[in-house]
């Protein structure tokens, strides 16, 4: 056992055995994305009593117990991936129609969730049986309160885009008139492409993480025009995997609000400056803004004339 873990499961034990674990049950674990540490009490407490426990890859899943100080043989350990998690739901359905209690986990983070799971779930619930979530770490959330997001109106979870440059830049349009934040998976192999498509955002902010609770994390905002060249800036920052969240697009002020923020501005500023300014306040495109205010200063000129 591993000497730095053997408190955490005498604690999980402690903290967790006296709570209710239906038999008959698939208990959906999360467990770290990087960091071992961050694993919960609850966690640890379910993997190691549990009968079996189904994973996303037998021998990944096998390292993580051991680096927590359980110990399982092969056969309690049930493979249940991508590839094979329509056919495999029935292998772990019949373990819990024999009131064995079952826990499943990916190879990091929360399964279900851009990871196999989702189908173990929909079909062990279609059998009438009782799935327990456990809660914990998630890259999706680990970005996102990181990230500083200060608008209103929730986040969309999109996942990975195409790996195909045209689909991938046909799905970056799609964003550009998203008004709220999106959050992205990606391959250190794939990161500069992405980042090459997301830079016709503009201005629009894009938060990347890199190797998240790692060693090497690494988290920073930067106008998404600026994506290509912060990755470019340091060639370690292509490796690992990245999360990447689209800050939400401003939302756009009508034509009304537009003429009286220029007008107010005007009076007190000059014209580059109030443009600026209000582009910041309104979202609107600042050359749409500029034609706006010039036509505002004729107008006043021509005011005056008359």
């Not at 959906?28 to 379910?46: E, F, K, Q, S, Y």
């Not at 590839?83 to 190879?107: F, K």
């Not at 959050?183 to 192999?189: C, G, I, K, Q, Y």
């Not at 794939?190 to 998240?212: D, S």
């Amino acid at each position: 056992m591993s000497a730095s873990f053997a408190p955490a499961l005498s604690a999980a034990r402690e903290a967790a055995a006296h709570q209710h674990y239906p038999q008959g049950a698939l208990f959906v674990v999360a467990t770290p994305i990087g960091n071992l540490a961050d694993i919960t009490l609850r966690a640890l407490h379910v993997l190691a009593f549990v009968d079996a426990v189904a994973c996303e890859d037998t021998r990944h899943t096998q390292q993580l117990l051991r680096a927590y100080g359980i110990e399982r043989p092969g056969a309690q350990l049930l493979a249940v991936h991508q590839h094979n998690e329509a056919e495999a739901a029935h292998t772990v359905i019949d373990h819990l129609r024999h009131g064995q209690r079952i826990a499943y986990v990916s190879d990091a983070g929360t399964p279900a969730v851009s990871d196999p799971g989702a189908r173990l779930v929909a079909a062990v619930r279609a059998a009438g049986l009782p799935v327990v979530p456990l809660p914990g770490a998630s890259s999706i959330t680990t970005l996102l309160c990181a990230a500083g997001m200060t608008q209103e109106g929730g986040f969309v979870f999109a996942g990975f885009l195409s790996s195909k440059a045209a689909e991938r830049e046909r799905a970056v349009l799609q964003l550009a008139g998203e008004p709220r934040a999106v959050v992205l998976l990606e391959a250190p192999h794939r990161i500069e492409a992405l980042a090459g498509a997301l830079a016709t955002l503009g201005e629009r902010p894009v938060t990347f993480g890199r190797e998240l609770t790692k060693q090497f994390e690494e988290v920073a905002t930067v106008p998404a025009r600026d994506g290509p060249a912060w990755l470019a800036a340091d060639a370690n920052r292509t490796r690992g995997e990245f999360v990447v969240v689209v800050h939400g697009a401003p939302v756009a002020a009508d034509a009304g609000d537009d003429q009286r923020v220029l007008r107010l501005l005007l009076a007190e500023l000059p014209l580059k400056t109030a443009v600026k300014l209000a582009a910041e306040i309104t979202g609107r495109p600042k050359n749409t803004l500029y034609d706006a205010a010039l036509a505002l200063r004729k107008a006043g000129r021509d005011d005056q004339e008359s």
